[in-house]
């Protein structure tokens, strides 16, 4: 049971390049998170999803996009890298509200670096 | 969602207990108060969540008083393993789609 995994762990591009961070989760949960940590500042939430085929915007959604076609992975995509996007990103997932499963499980992050 | 409060930073000697505090004094009838901890180059941990009164695991206990208006996280005999950020969250479960707001945590700094 590996829980939460990022692919990859690091990544450095050049502006204007595009990405996808692949986030993928064996516990079964319906609720899956991208988030993004910058130095000094707690996560903000990017984009999220409330099951396979659903997305919706989170806190600072410009210019990312994210798709579920499976319940178990989570893709977040840059389509032009900007230096701005330079940050921590962090794919959670958990269960539904008021499940026993309902608090949020973080992988390890991945750490991307735009030139 | 209820806004949280929380002092950036916090030191401490291993053996001690430590009590962090959060104020969320708009908090709503349906808020939980969630704490998440977050270690270096890792993603957060959830810890501790509560509603009322006081609620206790292997880890920490949670302290909220009637009103509801703080809470606070009390870590027993840290030890220098503790050192990590300390998320307070406030908000329902799970926040008609997932809208956790993360203020920046206290970090905690556990010394030998």
């Known amino acids: 049971n590996a829980g939460v995994t990022q692919t990859p762990k690091f990544r450095v591009l050049k502006t204007g390049q595009s990405m996808t961070l692949l986030c993928a989760q064996d516990?079964?949960?319906?609720?899956m998170y991208w988030y993004r940590q910058d130095p000094g500042m707690g996560l903000r939430l990017i984009h999220y999803?409330?099951?396979?085929?659903?997305?919706a915007k989170g806190e600072v959604p410009d210019g990312y996009n994210v798709s579920r076609l499976k319940k178990q992975n989570f893709l977040l995509g840059l389509e032009s890298a900007a230096p701005s996007q330079t940050s921590v990103y962090f794919c959670?997932?958990?269960?539904?509200?008021?499940?026993?499963?309902?608090?949020?499980?973080f992988g390890p992050g991945t750490r991307l670096t735009v030139l | 969602l209820a806004k949280t409060t929380q002092p950036i930073s916090m030191d401490s000697y291993e053996g001690q207990e430590v009590n962090i505090t959060c104020s969320h004094n708009?908090?709503?009838?349906?808020?939980?108060i969630t704490w998440y901890q977050q270690f270096p180059s890792q993603g957060p941990r959830f810890i501790i969540q509560?509603?009322?009164t006081k609620v206790t695991n292997e880890v920490a206990s949670l302290f909220i008083p009637a009103d509801r208006k703080s809470s606070t996280l009390s870590l027993p005999r840290v030890s220098l393993s503790d050192t990590a950020v300390y998320y307070c969250?406030?908000?329902?479960?799970?926040?008609?789609?997932?809208?956790?707001?993360f203020g920046q945590g206290t970090e905690l700094s556990v010394k030998p």
């Open positions: 959670a997932s958990s269960g539904p509200p008021g499940s026993s499963t309902d608090t949020q499980y």
């Open positions: 516990m079964n949960h319906e609720y």
């Open positions: 999803s409330v099951g396979e085929g659903t997305t």
């Open positions: 708009n908090i709503a009838t349906n808020d939980y």
């Open positions: 509560g509603y009322k």
């Open positions: 969250l406030v908000g329902p479960i799970y926040n008609q789609g997932g809208k956790l707001i």
